[in-house]
């Protein structure tokens, strides 16, 4: 074997494994890059880690179905299934849309609603310090195409964030509410 042969095989094994330590890196740079969107208020940008059409397909269902469960809790079997499915669409869709914005993706990374604790003492800015539910999140891989960050939510149940490949880039592309 010529040495340039065998230079060009550790240059092409050294780009592999650089290529492979990036797009395992992916998910943790994508949660960072969230988080860091997030604390300086720059909704704007989320795009770049959220994929809103793909979250809002994943929460539909959900929300659904727990919609649904409420209506025949409060009016029993009186209703056909159709009617339920209707109402439940027609109320859902704007929870969804609210939750599946820049604000909505910043109110649930800052808010309350994953809070474990309120933490007490102010920030370096003399403001109460955000909260950041993804800061000590459960992460695991799935697949080599889905990551997991899971999160207690206020009752200490689990949110999980589901971040997919694109190419290259990971996004948030699903979450799973607690039941």
């Not at 330590?21 to 740079?29: E, F, I, M, R, T």
């Amino acid at each position: 074997m010529s040495k340039k042969l065998k230079w060009s095989l550790v240059v092409a094994g050294g780009l592999l494994l650089v290529l492979v330590g990036y797009v395992a890196a992916g998910p943790y740079l994508a949660i960072n890059g969230l988080r860091r969107v997030v604390a300086s208020g720059q909704y704007g940008e989320l795009w770049r880690f959220v994929d809103y059409d793909r979250l809002r397909e994943s929460l539909r269902p959900q929300l659904q179905a727990r919609v649904a469960e409420g209506l025949i809790q409060r009016v029993g079997g009186r209703q056909n299934d159709r009617t339920i499915g209707q109402v439940t669409a027609l109320i859902a869709k704007p929870v969804i849309d609210t939750m599946v914005s820049p604000q909505g993706i910043a109110t649930l990374l800052t808010g309350s609603a994953l809070a474990q604790r309120v933490s007490p003492g102010t920030g370096k800015d003399g403001r109460p310090p955000l909260n950041d539910p993804l800061a000590d999140a459960r992460t695991r891989f799935e697949s080599p195409s889905l990551f997991t960050a899971t999160v207690p939510n206020a009752d200490g149940k689990p949110v999980v964030f589901e971040f997919r490949r694109d190419g290259l880039a990971w996004k948030l592309t699903g979450l799973r509410l607690p039941e």
